[in-house]
């Protein structure tokens, strides 16, 4: 089932992505090392929906400003930066945002549709 038009993206991709965020709320947090060679949490660490919603966004954030940065320095005529990396950067960027906005979408419309409800 494909959400939105051309360039959709549909609902096992976005349940992929969620369980992405759902891996990265669960993971550990970098701790002091047990003897074992494994992280020591000190037992299991719990991260809230909000926390790994926050942290995807500043992800997606800091990808867009990379592209910013790399498009103006090129544009400054930085020969560090070739245009193939600008370019890269800002298709990443703006998947980054598709896929944001995809998941909101779906976000909104599961909260829309449990609102509702009947009790």
Do not use: C, W
């Amino acid at each position: 089932m494909s959400i939105g038009g051309i360039g959709g993206i549909d609902s096992s991709r976005i349940q992929a992505m969620m369980e992405q965020l759902k891996a990265a709320a669960t993971k550990p947090a970098a701790g002091p090392v047990a003897p074992t060679g494994v992280p020591d949490t000190g037992g299991a660490t719990k991260v809230s929906f909000s926390d790994a919603l926050k942290s995807s966004l500043e992800s997606v954030n800091a990808s867009q400003v990379k592209a910013e940065e790399l498009g103006q320095a090129f544009a400054a005529g930085d020969d560090k930066v070739s245009l193939s990396d600008v370019m890269i950067s800002m298709q990443k960027a703006s998947i980054n945002m598709q896929a944001t906005v995809q998941v909101r979408n779906k976000m909104v419309s599961a909260y829309h549709e449990i609102m509702n409800m009947q009790v």
